[in-house]
């Protein structure tokens, strides 16, 4: 089995489905096709600045794919195929696509992902590090710009420290053990801020999002 992240950026405009939708609606072609398995979708914000033309607050979209090797392809093809049909035709999308047994610098994506939250980069900048490291990255029209965020989206997926997921798991709000928050099976643990992992009997304060 081989592991894979896939980053799409910059699909939509003000009044069209968001990149977020046209992520999901990857992930279900994949698996409506038996190509593999993928994880929920997490939103990687970025660098927010006047010179960085975006939609609304320029963010990333990311998922793990689980697949075969011969599927590899054509997953990136279906991706394609949903980009060119779903994205907006005044958007800008980008694509990244990166099988993880692949022989790159891991280190250096997820410094250009981190860095991409605080700086602004060129597209040439992003293809030059895409074809040092090996990862597939392409652009779907437009200026092709959302290929900057596309490959920082699956940097600081890697980085396995960043983002939220799309949507939220539905919890009332009040009080909870950890124990009964985690008999929800889309949850796996609870963390303090610091990373230290609640036992059961923990109470967790549960408001707003």
């Known amino acids: 089995m081989s592991r894979l992240f896939m980053a799409i950026d910059d699909t939509d405009d003000l009044d069209s489905k968001g990149t ?25 914000q970025l660098y927010v600045h006047k010179d960085i033309p975006y939609t609304s607050h320029n963010s990333a979209m990311c998922f793990e794919i689980q697949a075969d090797l011969q599927a590899v392809d054509p997953i990136r093809k279906l991706a394609e195929r949903v980009l060119s049909s779903e994205s907006s035709q005044e958007a800008d999308p980008g694509l990244c696509l990166y099988r993880v047994s692949e022989l790159t610098d891991e280190e250096a994506i997820m410094r250009y ?58 919890v009332e709000e009040g009080i909870w053990s950890v124990e009964s928050l985690i008999a929800n099976e889309e949850i796996d643990c609870v963390r303090m801020t610091t990373g230290t992992k609640l036992g059961c009997k923990d109470q967790v304060r549960v408001s707003g999002k």
Do not use: M, P
């Open 20 to 44: 977020g939708d046209i992520a999901q609606e990857i992930i279900d072609a994949i698996h409506q096709e038996n190509l593999g398995a993928c994880s929920r979708i997490t939103r990687h």
């Open 113 to 170: 992902g981190l860095l991409a939250k605080q700086q602004i980069f060129t597209k040439d900048y992003a293809y030059c590090l895409a074809e040092q490291q090996g990862i597939f990255l392409k652009e779907y029209g437009g200026t092709g710009i959302g290929v900057i965020g596309a490959l920082a989206g699956v940097g600081l997926r890697l980085g396995g420290n960043d983002g939220r997921f799309k949507g939220r798991v539905e």
